[in-house]
Every structure is written in structure tokens, then in C-alpha cells.
């Protein structure tokens, strides 16, 4: 696995990536992202509540999670696992689902775990793109597009 | 937005010279000769660019017969920032809860190691 270091700006702004450091060891985190159970106790905003949540943890397995939101509407989420790497590292796809079951645009996950004392630092990042092919080739730096057009926006309003 | 639209305004920006392009046209309207100086292109190589950010919504060209400036809009580009953002908030947000659970998982465990003390 690269590690996050060698991951210069340019890759790292187009896509999404958050990094959060968790006071729990590597392996409780690696549980609470693989084990049904545990990842609809909190996966999704403050205040959802996960009705449904059904993962096949291995390569090429799937999985499909409904989350209700307070108001009561549901959400559904689904993706296919590509990596599975105990307890290190998690690659799967993700799409929201449309409303009638098919998933929307697709992206592609990677989370990392690495030990950090006793602690525990995830990084996530999530690209965007066309297929999962694609992904090497696409995308470079459309986000930092988006930043400068977003500048454009505040300073025309 | 529909899923189709987004793939068409990703799939628009995965090329650097469109993103050069519309990165250019922040700073104002152009026509295709204007935006081909920077680029070692022919104008129908440019042209053939302006063609599919013109379909993805992410530029207007002006009906003036001659020179037809190229111009920046905001729609596109604005739903897919919103769209990347949407999922920021969604993994921040599931992360906090995320941190509760372990904070509840824990103190489970040390409570429970702290009873078999007695």
C-alpha cells in the first residue's frame, strides 16, 4: 500500500479524503467497518437510523444499507467490496441507490487504518469516476476546478 | 441531479485542457481563437473540447455569427462541488458517531475489566 506521505496535493485534491485520528485500537476500528452489527451503529449522518444493513465482507461480495432519516425517509446505499485487508485496509465501491434500486453514480473507497500508539488514524479517500478502470487515468485535478470555480462564485455574487 | 448528468459533468472535466479551458473562462468570456493560444492545437482540435463542455451544460456559446465567445455557467459545476461536499459531511458526520460508539465500546470494556477487580 502507498503510504500517505508519498501522496503528493495534486492526487490527493481530486478526490475526497478525510483523515481522522480515533482513540481506539486498530482492530475495534477494522470491526466497526466489517461486522453488520457494529457499522449500522454508525454509519450514516447524526440522528439516521440504519433499518437494513446486509455486508458480504470479501472480495466481490456486496453489500446494501437503508438508513432513515429523522423525518422518516429512507436512504439506501450499496457497493461492492474489491479488498479486503485485515485489519489495514478496505477498497469498495459506493452509490446511492435511485428510487428505483438502481445505484446512482459510483465511486470508489479506500479506507486505511494505521496504528498510532494506541490510537488509531483513518484515512479515507473517495474518488470519483466513470468505472472503476477509469480511475487512473481520470479525474486528476477536476476538483481543484471545482475550488477556483467555487472562488468565482463567492467573489461574483 | 440526475446520475447522468453527473457522469457527463465528471467525465467533461477529466480532460486538463477542458479544465484549462474553463479555468481560463473565470476570468472572462472568450472566443475559440482566444482559447486556443495556449494550447499547441488545431482550432478544430479546440472546438471539438468547446463541443463537449457545451453538451455537459458547463459553457454557452454566443449566437454572434463571427467570433461566438464562450462563455463560464455556473449549474453544472456548482451541483457536482455540492454533490463532493455532500459526501464530505456524510463520512464527517458518520465519523463523529463512529467515535461515540468506540468512546461506548471501550468504556464497556474497561468498566467490565474494572468489575473483575472486585
Known amino acids: 500500500m502507498d503510504t500517505t506521505t508519498s501522496i503528493d496535493a495534486e492526487e490527493r485534491e481530486r478526490e475526497v479524503v478525510i483523515t481522522r485520528i480515533f482513540d481506539a485500537p486498530r482492530h475495534l476500528l477494522f470491526q466497526a467497518w466489517t461486522e453488520p452489527d457494529r457499522a449500522a451503529r454508525w454509519w450514516g449522518p447524526r440522528g439516521f437510523v440504519t433499518t437494513y444493513c446486509d455486508m458480504d465482507v470479501r472480495p466481490g461480495g456486496t453489500f446494501r444499507v437503508c438508513m432513515r432519516s429523522p423525518e422518516g425517509a429512507d436512504h439506501w446505499k450499496q457497493g461492492v467490496y474489491r479488498e479486503i485487508v485485515e485489519p489495514e485496509r478496505l477498497v469498495f465501491t459506493f452509490a446511492w441507490e435511485d428510487g428505483e434500486g438502481k445505484p446512482s453514480h459510483q465511486t470508489l473507497v479506500t479506507v486505511t ?41 463567492a467573489e461574483n455574487r | 441531479m440526475s446520475p447522468d448528468r453527473l457522469s457527463t459533468t465528471f467525465s467533461a472535466l477529466a480532460d486538463p485542457t477542458r479544465r484549462a479551458i474553463l479555468a481560463r473562462l473565470i476570468s472572462g468570456e472568450a472566443s475559440v481563437t482566444e482559447l486556443a493560444e495556449p494550447f499547441e492545437m488545431s482550432l478544430p482540435a479546440v472546438s471539438k473540447h468547446l463541443k463537449v463542455l457545451e453538451h455537459a451544460g458547463l459553457i454557452t456559446r454566443g449566437r454572434e455569427a463571427q467570433w461566438r465567445p464562450c462563455r463560464l455557467k455556473a449549474g453544472p459545476l456548482k451541483d457536482a462541488a455540492d454533490w463532493l461536499e455532500h459526501y464530505r459531511r456524510f463520512w464527517e458526520q458518520s465519523f463523529d458517531r463512529l467515535e461515540d460508539y468506540l468512546g461506548e465500546l471501550q468504556g464497556k470494556e474497561k468498566k467490565d475489566g474494572h468489575d473483575d477487580e472486585h
Open chain 1, 113 to 153: 487504518f494505521a496504528e498510532r500508539g494506541d490510537k488509531t488514524e483513518l484515512t479515507l479517500r473517495q474518488a470519483v469516476f466513470e468505472t472503476v478502470e477509469a480511475r487512473n487515468s481520470h479525474h486528476r485535478g477536476w476538483t481543484s476546478t471545482l475550488q477556483r470555480f467555487a472562488e468565482y462564485l
